[in-house]
């Protein structure tokens, strides 16, 4: 089975700087994604990694070890409409479909 | 132009009955998905759907039963519905393949309220 960890609840203020961390455990990864859901909204894709690094999408940044089954989501210059729930899920080798962990609250405040 | 649509949003009935909820997407993918999140947002997997077959069935229980007519839809049909059955139901769409990012677009959700 996979197991994926993320903290329930996070909270920063606006323009401050904010990572949350995912951890997971599978056998056969192949990918990990990063979704951010608005209260009352469907999920929407932020970003994908399936190699080591850091990807930069602007204000968004995902970063991946692989060896470590750790990523995190950076998001710089935080705005009041980030706040949301942010879902960390994992695909594995072989399946197109995701695991998601529970997701992370997060609560910007001015 | 909507990408991933549902009918009905909100949905509410009695126990023991019998309900669908409906899916459709423009996006021309081949894969579709249905997931379950709980009063707790946890997003679980349900069903997904290549070209028409069912390619992975989550642990659910045989009174739920997806449907597809063409590639374009996935229904859901619900038997025999249970309080626990209560949840938000999303429909997704993604390109078929297990590799590289092929993203899932979700639908906006149906809220089901079982009396």
């Known amino acids: 089975g996979q197991n994926i960890d993320q903290p329930t609840e996070m909270t920063a203020t606006e323009g401050a700087i904010v990572q949350i961390n995912c951890t997971y455990q599978t056998s056969g990864f192949n990918g990990l994604f990063w979704y951010q859901q608005h209260a009352g909204e469907a999920p929407t894709f932020l970003s994908y990694n399936v190699l080591d690094g850091l990807e930069e999408k602007g204000r968004f940044s995902s970063f991946l070890s692989r060896s470590k089954g750790y990523s995190y989501l950076l998001l710089k210059e935080l705005q009041m409409k980030d706040s949301a729930s942010y879902l960390c899920?994992?695909?594995?080798?072989?399946?197109?479909?995701?695991?998601f962990g529970k997701g992370t609250m997060l609560l910007v405040s001015p | 132009d909507t990408a991933v649509s549902q009918t009905p949003k909100y949905l509410v009935t009695q126990m023991g009955n019998d309900k669908s909820i409906k899916c459709e997407q423009n996006l021309g993918h081949d894969t579709m998905y249905w997931y379950k999140q709980d009063s707790k947002k946890f997003l679980k997997i349900m069903f997904s759907y290549n070209n028409k077959e069912l390619i992975i069935n989550e642990t659910v229980p045989n009174r739920f039963s997806p449907k597809s007519p063409d590639k374009a839809h996935l229904n859901l049909h619900i038997n025999s519905l249970e309080l626990g059955d209560s949840a938000v139901y999303f429909c997704a769409s993604s390109r078929s393949g297990t590799s590289g990012n092929n993203e899932q677009f979700f639908g906006p959700g149906t809220r089901l309220t079982v009396l």
């Open positions: 899920a994992v695909r594995k080798s072989g399946y197109s479909t995701l695991t």
